[in-house]
């Protein structure tokens, strides 16, 4: 639990219009500990070849502990685009496009071009990089390539392996990070921002935040509810889930989601010959998985076992590219052809992945089980539950072995205004997801696309887009929650 003194020191920064001042019980001005951070001077400089040109660049010195101020410091990086109507600038838009482990500077570049015109006059654009991440003093395990895949099958024969392979990463997690692991969290995260916001002279922020963004974003509302002003979230994570609950939730939302694939593929048969109901279409892909753990189907870049195949749910998202991959892995598998590899994205860097658990397992190791054989319970019931999924969510992760982060989890519950975009059919945070983080943003209004597909709704060109610029240039919310159809 944090100090008296944090709180304290939080409850200052949320509540008084100047950063960094405080009293003591006399009245008099008392020294602020935070005061060298948040009004700290930024040099603005210019960006990296690969930033535009119109960005500019600079470091902010934070706390690595907040309730140790004046002990080790982490750097920040963060960038900015003014906001190119002076008269009309309201503030600051800052960015966090989710993870946990992804840094955040390249998302206002990427999306400054779908923002129209009136939300960049009003707004100075601010990306940064979350501590431990990218270019903010970025941690890392020391992992090797090996060790970066956490999506694996549960196998009674290979599961002592994988309680190997999380006890491992945990023990090179805390060798190389010692003390400095159990301050790269979202609390410490969401200080940071108000940090960012004070050292620029803002008395709020605005924010756009996506998947683990809308987490981040929802915890800020908590921490500093004074100092939310527009907030979008888009694909939003469940906040009581968050944790071991968010690869589940991913399990459970697939299934759903095959099925409606299925119906859809079975009216197409003429076109992908996979089955002419949604049951033989299903046997169609399982006779495939089947058949490829047995023996591997070639593709042009290697081989595919079953679980190869299952740990590619992502694509059943997305009917029409379901459908003609797995046409063409019952021809490979058939003998006919070789496949195009399984569409998977490829491994993020190891500081990625470092960040993903230093986060993850940080806000929430006291909920995830210590007994390895819970895990392998949990595995095999979920494998029955949700086929395509449910063993690679449920099985043994890192976070079975982490050390306690610096305080317990945030409980997300406030009056907060903010926007929430969601698609329907969401691979990664499932609207039952986005739903939970509605009920507990009670200020909040949604957006659902229904019949949209992916991860992420902003710029796809649906009625989200609309509402959303809407918000962050007036301020207006709908009057109630919205649903709309996907674009073409």
């Avoid at 949320?14 to 935070?34: I, K, M, Q, Y």
């Avoid at 009581?240 to 989601?257: H, I, K, N, S, W």
């Avoid at 739903?435 to 597909?453: D, F, I, K, P, Y």
């Avoid at 992420?456 to 919205?482: H, K, Q, W």
């Amino acid at each position: 639990m944090a100090s008296l003194l944090a709180a304290c020191t939080v409850a200052a920064l949320a509540a008084t219009p100047t950063p960094g001042t405080a009293f003591a019980a006399s009245g008099a001005p008392a020294e602020d500990p935070l005061r060298p951070y948040t009004q700290q001077k930024l040099h603005w400089r210019h960006c990296d070849p690969k930033t535009p040109a119109t960005f500019r660049c600079a470091t902010l010195k934070v706390p690595l502990d907040y309730e140790n101020p004046g002990g080790k410091r982490l750097d920040i990086a963060v960038n900015r685009l003014k906001a190119s109507g002076p008269e009309e600038r309201r503030g600051v838009l800052l960015f966090n496009p989710g993870g946990p482990g992804a840094p955040g500077l390249d998302l206002p570049v990427a999306l400054e071009t779908y923002l129209p015109q009136a939300v960049k006059e009003r707004y100075d654009l601010i990306g940064f990089d979350p501590r431990g991440i990218g270019q903010s003093s970025p941690l890392s395990c020391g992992l090797s390539s090996g060790e970066l895949d956490f999506d694996r099958a549960y196998h009674a024969e290979t599961f002592a392996k994988d309680v190997r392979w999380a006890r491992d990463v945990a023990r090179k997690c805390a060798t190389h990070e010692g003390d400095r692991l159990r301050h790269i969290t979202t609390r410490d995260t969401a200080r940071d921002m108000d940090v960012i916001r004070a050292a620029l002279g803002e008395e709020k922020i605005s924010y756009f935040g996506g998947s683990y963004g809308t987490y981040l974003g929802a915890v800020y509302t908590q921490m500093f509810p004074r100092r939310a002003d527009r907030f979008v979230l888009d694909s939003a994570v469940d906040p009581v889930r968050y944790g071991r609950g968010t690869f589940q939730d991913m399990a459970e939302g697939t299934e759903p989601a095959f099925v409606r694939w299925s119906e859809w593929a079975a009216r197409r048969h003429t076109v992908y010959q996979l089955g002419t109901t949604p049951a033989e279409v299903r046997r169609t892909f399982w006779g495939i998985v089947a058949r490829a753990n047995r023996e591997p189907v070639v593709t042009a870049e290697g081989l595919l076992s079953g679980d190869d195949i299952r740990s590619a749910r992502d694509v059943f998202f997305q009917e029409q590219k379901a459908a003609a991959w797995v046409a063409e892995l019952k021809k490979a598998a058939e003998g006919d052809e070789p496949v195009t590899p399984a569409p998977a994205p490829e491994l993020p860097p190891e500081n990625e992945i470092a960040g993903l658990w230093a986060v993850m397992c940080g806000d929430t190791s006291a909920s995830w089980p210590r007994d390895p054989e819970q895990y392998r319970r949990d595995a095999v019931r979920d494998k029955a539950r949700y086929p395509l999924y449910g063993d690679f969510a449920s099985t043994i992760k890192p976070c079975a072995f982490w050390k306690p982060g610096s305080e317990d989890p945030t409980t997300v519950n406030n009056g907060v205004k903010a926007l929430i975009l969601q698609n329907e059919w969401d691979p990664q945070t499932p609207l039952a997801a986005a739903r939970n983080m509605h009920r507990a943003l009670r200020g909040s209004r949604m957006v659902t696309v229904a019949g949209g597909e992916g991860h992420g709704v902003y710029g796809a060109g649906s009625c989200a887009d609309e509402v959303a610029n809407a918000y962050l240039t007036t301020g207006r919310l709908p009057a109630t929650d919205l649903t709309c159809r996907k674009p073409g």
